[in-house]
Structure formats: C-alpha cells, structure tokens
C-alpha cells in the first residue's frame, strides 16, 4: 500500500481524520497479523520522520513530543547516525563481538567510560534492549557481591523480561498474568514527593529502615532505581534522596545501578540525570538515547565490579552489534556537535513556565527537568488520579498532531518527551496545543 504523499510537509497538518483511511486500512491488516497484546498509542502509519516531525501515510504531520519514548533525542534521521549506519551496513551487518571484535564496539565502550558520572577506571557490556542491560547489570552486582537479594522501589519501571518484571512495580498491564516472578526482589518506597509529601532524608530513611530490617544490609546484592521515574509518572525523587541511598550503597558494599534507561543521552539537561545531585553510580544503564532508535544498550560501571564476571559470563549473539555502534557514535558526536544537552535545559525552561500557567483545579502537579517533562492531573481539589481526563487530553492532542504520551502507576500523566533537537517553534506550537487540549477537557 503507497502512501498518498510524495512530498512530506514541513509543519503540522492534519488533512483526515485520524486515524486516516489508509492508516485504517493497515490498522485492518495488523489486526489479522500481529497479536493484539501490541498496542500502538496512535494508530497511525508513519512513512518518514525528521526534524521533530512525524509524516504518516494519509499525509498528516504530527509534531513529535514522545521521541519514540526518549529514543530519538538527536532527531529521527539525524545526518552523523544516519551516515555512519549506511558505512557501517555496507561494509558488514554482524560477527558477533564474542567471535570476531571490531572496532566501534570498543569506541562505543570507551565514548560510555567519559561521558558517563564519575572518573574511577569504568568497563562496559552491550546488549540489545534496556531490559537485556538491567537483567546483566543485576547479574554483574551479584557475581561480584556473592549476594542475592535486589532492592526495587514502588512506582519503578526495568522491563517486560521475567526478572526485569520482577523489578517493575505495575501490575496491570506489565505483569499480571505472567508469574511466577524472580526470587529475592524486595520493593520499598521511594520518594515522590507530590505524593508522601517527605524530604528526601525522611524519604531515604524510611526505605533503607525497611532494607535493614526486612532484608539485611549484608544481604543486599543491588539496589536499582531510576533517577526520575519514567513509566512510573516522571517522578523526581526530592533533594537528598538519591544522594542517601548511594551514600548508604557505598557504607554497606552494595552496588547502586542507576537504570538511566530513559533519563540518559541529555534528556533531563545532564547527560545522565544522576549527575544532578553529583550522584556517582556504581553500574549505570543505558539505552534507547544511546543509539537513536538503533537497538543498544549498555552496562556500564566500576571496573572491578564488571570485570568479577568470569569470562563468558556476559554476552549474546546481538548485543552490540556493528550497526548499532554506529548509530550510538553518531548520535553522541551530534549530542555533542549540536550541544543538545543544553538544548535540553532550554527546552525546560520554556516549557515548564507555560505548563505552571495552564489555569485548572485539575492539574496536581507540574514538574520535570530539561526535556523530560510532566503534567499529573486530578480530580479538581483533590490528589485522586483523573487517568479519563488524561486519556481524553491525550486524544485532543493527537487529533490535532501533537503526539504526546501518557505514563503513571495512576495512567494520570502527561508526559512531554520532544526531541532534544526539535525546533523552538514546534516546540512553542506544541504547547499551544496542548494547552487548548487541557482547557477543552476540563
Ligand atoms: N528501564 C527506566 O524506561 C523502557 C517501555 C515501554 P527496553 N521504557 C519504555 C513499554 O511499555 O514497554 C525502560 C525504561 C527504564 C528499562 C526500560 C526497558 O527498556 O529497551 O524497552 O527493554
């Protein structure tokens, strides 16, 4: 099926309804081919995608605000992954690293060494996904510890895996059904300061009393934990949080894995948002920014943690394949051409004084740093999740071409996720949407 444009445009455009009828179609054609368990926030085909635009088949132009979840911080097509790639691919698709080596993957381990917290000696592992990355970072703290038991904490999100299920705290629909789940994961209660209304110390005491008593600091393996939740609701720990628990780590000799999944390659206005309160990881995860949309992942972390794996003991067919490495060194070379870490902070700054703004009763809480940005709405004078005013928000903005996602333990957040790259004015544009979407929903 061809799509109905030639030319895609070079702004926002809504010409059909949405989804249009050539995206219907194939919505047809998916429902008789691909499980329904895989859902599509927006049923709409796209053909082509750059410069913070997505062009679907029926010729729409929807302004992109979700990134492929924080994947594409460089943009969809960005010239240096997109050059680099098309070298790579014509020289060779795939050896296997554990067979025969090549270069970019060592660059690529070498490129996660400088830029990622802290100036100790550091090693890396590749892998394909974050889930992969978060399961061998859990592995690397328990070989190297000889300990089992991880700490996870409420509201977190580490993938779809079993033992990444495991660590995962929403039930519906991430893990309902597929038990039995990984032994000796402990969860405790983080900091979210919209909702427990704690400082960060009462936050990390209360969660490493519960440690010490239900589990035993010498028991402890890992604790993993996002530095702003992502699927959970964009849930940025209050100050000192994340600083007492790493404190804690090091006093106890359990390994912090920061699982920066989502928050790293600038999103936040860092490069990794731990470097926020001058957290200093001992394994650190990365992901879905590395690579712009390429599958990669990495561990990353102290050299004598990630090298206590015996040889073989870390691996896979995969995992940091020749072509991936290529689009990760040249997304980071355009992190860093195009300063798009402190475009981020820009980001922010614009968008977050307009969000405080939106006049409603229905809007808890506004929050976010750089480029990962957040609205938790309410029923009006209340903290009661209002997850259907979402949805219908959420809709308001697709209908109009602004993709903006959805997240929270509560389904009551929006969640602002714009290339790091994107344009200031679709940026200004987007928000424009959005917040006649919100005073039409209330
Ligand atoms: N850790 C912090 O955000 C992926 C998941 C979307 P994978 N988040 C998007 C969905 O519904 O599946 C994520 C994350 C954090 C780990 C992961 C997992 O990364 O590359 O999806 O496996």
Redesign the pocket.
């Known amino acids: 099926m061809l799509a109905n444009v030639s030319v895609p445009a070079s702004h926002r455009q809504v010409r059909t309804a949405i989804p249009g009828p050539i995206s219907s179609a194939l919505q047809q054609r998916r429902s008789r081919a691909v499980s329904a368990a895989v859902t599509s926030t927006l049923p709409v085909y796209i053909t082509s995608a750059d410069g913070g635009l997505l062009h679907d088949v029926d010729g729409n132009t929807y302004i992109d605000f979700g990134s492929g979840?924080?994947v594409t911080n460089v943009g969809h097509a960005a010239p240096a992954v997109v050059d680099r790639v098309k070298d790579q691919v014509e020289r060779f698709t795939h050896t296997c690293f554990m067979i025969a080596p090549y270069e970019g993957y060592v660059e690529v381990c070498e490129a996660l060494a400088d830029l990622t917290p802290g100036d100790q000696e550091k090693r890396s592992a590749l892998f394909n996904?974050?889930?992969?990355?978060?399961e061998n970072a859990v592995k690397v703290a328990r070989a190297a510890t000889g300990r089992q038991a991880v700490v996870v904490f409420d509201h977190a999100?580490?993938?779809?895996?079993n033992l990444?299920m495991a660590l995962t705290s929403k039930s519906v629909p991430?893990k309902h059904g597929f038990g039995p789940f990984a032994p000796e994961i402990y969860r405790v209660s983080g900091s979210y300061p919209f909702r427990d209304g704690l400082t960060g110390p009462e936050s990390a005491a209360q969660a490493l009393d519960r440690i010490d008593k239900q589990i035993g600091a010498d028991q402890v393996a890992a604790v993993v934990i996002?530095p702003v939740?992502?699927?959970g609701g964009f849930i940025e720990p209050a100050p000192g949080f994340l600083p007492a628990l790493s404190q804690w780590c090091t006093r106890n000799g359990v390994v912090f894995i920061a699982?920066?999944?989502?928050?790293g390659f600038g999103r936040t206005g860092d490069w990794f948002a731990c470097e926020y309160e001058g957290v200093v990881p001992d394994v650190i995860?990365t992901?879905?920014g590395i690579a712009a949309g390429l599958?990669l992942?990495a561990v990353t972390g102290r050299a004598d943690l990630l090298d206590a794996v015996p040889p073989g003991g870390l691996g896979g067919t995969y995992g940091g394949n020749p072509v991936a490495c290529a689009a990760a060194l040249g997304s980071i070379e355009t992190i860093r051409d195009q300063k798009l870490v402190v475009a981020a902070r820009r980001i922010g700054t614009i968008a977050l004084p307009r969000l405080r703004a939106l006049p409603t009763d229905t809007i808890g809480h506004v929050r976010g740093r750089g480029a990962m940005l957040a609205v938790e709405f309410v029923k009006p004078g209340t903290r009661e999740p209002d997850a259907e005013l979402v949805r219908r928000i959420a809709k308001t903005c697709h209908d109009a071409g602004v993709v903006v996602l959805t997240c929270g333990t509560y389904g009551n957040v929006i969640r602002l996720l714009p290339p790091l790259s994107l344009p200031a004015e679709l940026l200004d544009e987007g928000l424009t949407v959005l917040a006649d979407a919100i005073r039409t929903a209330v």
Do not use: L, W
Request: proline share 3%.
């Open positions: 979840i924080a996904s974050g889930a992969e990355a978060v999100y580490h993938g779809r895996t990444t991430y996002e939740q992502g699927e699982d920066e999944v989502q928050t995860v992901a879905k599958p992942a």
